[in-house]
């Protein structure tokens, strides 16, 4: 499945400080075509009966260098009374009713759905999966996926970290005469051509002059405190560099783009 402009600017937006609230009830409907991004581009199955079903989702889990979440219940419909069609694609609101709420995921289904007169439509325990990979940190992945289980993502200050590794392998944050995490700001979140919905900075992000030699930059990253905290993000660099006393890094403005789809 794919999370849906709604969702992803919520997620983004706590990069601005904006807190994305879980998600109390979610519910799952069926749709003879795409719904988009925006769950409002398909057709939604509604024969008389039809309802959309409740949808819970169990704890994160790992896989395929992924973290995701699947349903924790089988999901039964109403029997239809005549023939329907075929359902093809699902989507994850958080309203029961046909046609309105929040749409944070959708998806096309492996295999469609004969809606027949008389026959149950049903997806089994386990079938409904959702998959973040890329550069967030496991640790937020986690958060991300557990909004839809009703728990809220705090919105932080983002503050940009240097490291000699893979921060969440053996990499460790460079420290050093003067070293300090400086602060990214974020703009809105913005769609972009293809769909995926992304921020950027719009400050110069820019480290203190370092008064000795910090050790290699080999990764970026990013974390939600100016000490300590959580890491959020994390990238290799292309070229690794020592960081020697005078040289100071920084990033332009729009040179650390985030993106989630």
């Not at 289904?109 to 959702?130: E, F, H, K, M, N």
């Not at 503050?159 to 602060?183: K, V, W």
């Not at 769909?195 to 974390?223: D, H, K, L, M, Y």
Request: net charge negative; aromatic share 12%.
């Amino acid at each position: 499945m794919f999370a849906s402009h709604f969702f992803e600017s919520r997620i983004l937006n706590t990069f601005n400080g904006i807190t994305a609230v879980g998600a109390g009830n979610l519910f799952i409907a069926l749709f003879m075509s795409n719904p988009g991004n925006t769950g409002l581009q398909g057709i939604e199955v509604n024969y008389s009966g039809y309802a959309r079903q409740p949808i819970a989702f169990g704890v994160p889990y790992d896989e395929s260098g992924g973290i995701g979440v699947k349903n924790t219940d089988a999901l039964l419909w109403n029997p239809a009374p005549s023939d329907v069609g075929q359902a093809r694609f699902i989507g994850i609101f958080d309203s029961a009713t046909v046609g309105s709420g929040n749409m944070y995921l959708y998806g096309e289904l492996t295999v469609p759905l004969d809606i027949r007169a008389g026959q149950q439509p049903s997806i089994y325990t386990g079938d409904v999966l959702y998959f973040i990979h890329g550069d967030f940190s496991r640790h937020f992945m986690t958060a991300i996926l557990n909004v839809l289980r009703n728990q809220n993502l705090n919105g932080f200050a983002p503050h940009m970290c240097l490291f000699d590794g893979d921060p969440e392998g053996t990499g460790i944050e460079l420290s050093g005469g003067s070293y300090a995490r400086p602060a990214i700001n974020f703009g809105a979140p913005v769609v972009q051509v293809g769909n995926q919905t992304q921020i950027e900075n719009t400050n110069i992000v820019r480290f203190p002059s370092p008064t000795t030699t910090w050790g290699t930059w080999a990764w970026s990253g990013i974390r939600d405190a100016a000490s300590g905290g959580n890491l959020i993000t994390k990238l290799p660099n292309a070229f690794t560099e020592v960081i020697h006393p005078n040289y100071v890094p920084q990033l332009g403005v729009g040179d650390c783009r985030i993106s989630l789809n």
